[in-house]
């Protein structure tokens, strides 16, 4: 084969191996909130918590905007039906602030009274100005918890017990979306403070996190490819130019 044959798909390789996702090693990541135990699992690349108790994360400690993380999602057992997800954006010592900008992915099983309150069953999407605290606002999205969105297909729907889900979740500055089992779920647009991803359990025990690997955020349909990309691509063509020159002379 040609250096002109073999230089775009070099380069389009090259640009498709830079986004190629990773292994999450969970070993650095840090519990935060209330009551739990997040146990991390030998492979370091799945946790299991087991603590029904008020609102806790498990958190990178990074700062994962641009990124998307991806994923397997279960409660092992019957016994309780209320709030698991995630939290974007998240830094440390936010469960407990009482100013804070971070984003509460949380899916509760089924429709239940509590603190004063009824919490939805379904899949939600808000914004958490006040922490994660053990009261109406975290359990029904009110106040300090302004709720932006309900998924489309699962807004009203909860999980299912002893089920495994597929998750993919996309994070950037002003975009952030949400897949269950490969379905959009939510694509939520607006400005969006950098933090760590992390996980969210409420209430709600026996439930792993696993299969987890993280990659670059896609870019939007028709973005333009960042200059390095684009300088691959340039020498791939540029190679096929000369080589047909060549072959002219």
Same mark, same amino acid.
């Given at each position: 084969m040609s250096f002109a044959k073999l230089?775009?798909?070099? *380069?389009? *390789?090259?640009?498709?191996?830079?986004?190629?996702?990773?292994?999450?090693?969970?070993?650095?990541?840090?519990?935060?909130?209330?009551?739990?135990?997040?146990?991390?699992?030998a492979d370091?690349?799945?946790?299991?918590?087991?603590v029904n108790g008020s609102p806790t994360v498990f958190f990178s400690g990074s700062n994962d905007q641009g990124k998307a993380l991806s994923g397997k999602i279960k409660v092992e057992t019957t016994g309780d039906d209320d709030f698991i997800?995630?939290?974007?954006?998240?830094?440390?010592?936010?469960?407990?602030?009482?100013?804070?900008?971070?984003?509460?992915?949380d899916w509760k099983q089924g429709t239940q009274s509590h603190l004063?309150?009824?919490?939805?069953?379904?899949?939600a999407i808000s914004r958490a100005t006040a922490g994660l605290p053990d009261s109406a606002a975290t359990w029904c999205h009110t106040g300090s918890v302004q709720e932006l969105a309900r998924a489309s297909n699962l807004g009203s729907t909860g999980w299912l017990d002893n089920t495994e889900y597929t998750f993919d979740l996309v994070f950037t500055a002003t975009n952030i979306q949400v897949k269950v089992n490969g379905v959009t779920e939510l694509n939520v647009a607006g400005t969006f403070a950098d933090g760590s991803f992390g996980f969210y359990?409420?209430?709600q025990e026996r439930v792993?996190?696993?299969?987890?690997?993280?990659?670059?955020a896609?870019?939007?349909t028709g973005t333009v490819p960042e200059p390095a990309s684009l300088a691959l691509v340039g020498?791939?063509?540029?190679?096929?130019?000369?080589?047909g020159k060549r072959r002219k002379a």
């Open positions: 230089a775009l798909p070099l *380069a389009l *390789a090259a640009m498709s191996t830079s986004a190629a996702a990773a292994l999450v090693d969970l070993s650095g990541w840090t519990a935060q909130g209330g009551s739990s135990n997040w146990a991390v699992a370091k690349n799945s946790v299991f918590q087991s997800g995630f939290v974007l954006g998240y830094q440390s010592g936010n469960a407990a602030a009482l100013a804070t900008d971070f984003i509460l992915i004063g309150c009824s919490g939805a069953a379904g899949l359990n409420y209430s792993r996190y696993s299969a987890l690997e993280q990659s670059v896609p870019p939007p020498l791939g063509l540029l190679a096929a130019v000369g080589a």
